[in-house]
């Protein structure tokens, strides 16, 4: 920043020296350059400027950290929710959903429409100051298996989509097995397994397979959502 442009009357030429603790300096000509040794926001830096007749005033300098906006997922799932931490600036802040739907309020939460696509938020500080910010929005999380009944001893393979890639899948209850790429081993025990399939983000569905022996069976396939967030 200048401060030469703001200078007025005395006696030029003007003269600039700086005290503070953040390492701030400012050149011949009224340059100032903030210092980066700001442990806390605002620091306060004092610039002398003197005349040449001697006279003297001082300007104090607010400075304040950089405005960031912390994103802890920078891809979410169509229609869920996110909390959105600004800091640095000027506070108080606000928010807003400059494109790609969806809403976010007051205290930073945002909440994806339920269209796949992009969001771009943006952050303003008290001074002006704005950012915008990218946040990935993908289909919600889906899985299915060819059949829900399985024979003993045979496999199904589960398939997931949309949701936040990679997948993982884990056995809840019941007899068989699951592999890391969601292949559903079932055991020689008959009975009912449920497999959950989560997402990156935690996002998560149950499945649910019947094994038996042969024969005639009621059980539909099921999918349901899990606990959301976990």
């Known amino acids: 920043y200048n401060i030469e442009n703001i200078v007025k009357g ?10 503070g603790s953040i390492g701030s300096s400012v050149n011949g000509v009224g340059m100032f350059t903030s210092g980066s ?4 926001s605002p620091a306060t830096e004092a610039v002398t400027i003197s005349d040449n007749q001697g006279q003297q005033i001082q300007l104090n300098v607010q400075i304040y950290q950089a405005l960031t906006l912390s ?9 869920t929710s996110q909390q959105l931490l600004a800091t640095g600036g000027q506070p108080p802040y606000s928010y807003s959903v400059v ?7 007051s205290s930073g939460i945002l909440t994806a429409s ?21 946040i990935q929005v993908s289909a919600a999380l889906a899985a299915s298996a060819p059949s829900s009944n399985v024979l003993l001893n045979q496999t199904q393979q589960i398939s997931a989509s949309g949701g936040i890639s990679p997948y993982s899948f884990s056995l809840i209850s019941g007899p068989g097995s699951i592999s890391t ?10 009975g009912v397994t449920k ?5 990156s983000s935690g996002n998560n569905l149950i499945l649910s397979f ?12 099921s999918s349901q959502p899990g606990n959301g967030i976990i």
């Open 210 to 221: 019947m094994t038996f022996s042969g024969g005639a069976t009621h059980l539909t396939f």
């Open 114 to 134: 339920q269209s796949v696509g992009s969001i771009i938020a943006r952050l303003m500080d008290s001074s002006g100051q704005g950012k915008n910010y990218q």
């Open 37 to 40: 040794n700001l442990s806390s």
């Open 195 to 199: 497999v959950k399939v989560q997402d």
């Open 99 to 105: 494109s790609g739907g969806g809403g976010i309020d």
């Open 71 to 79: 994103i802890l997922k920078t891809s979410m799932v169509a229609g």
């Open 181 to 190: 790429g969601g292949l559903f081993q079932a055991s020689a025990i008959s």
């Open 10 to 19: 005395g006696s030029p030429p003007y003269s600039y020296s700086v005290t």
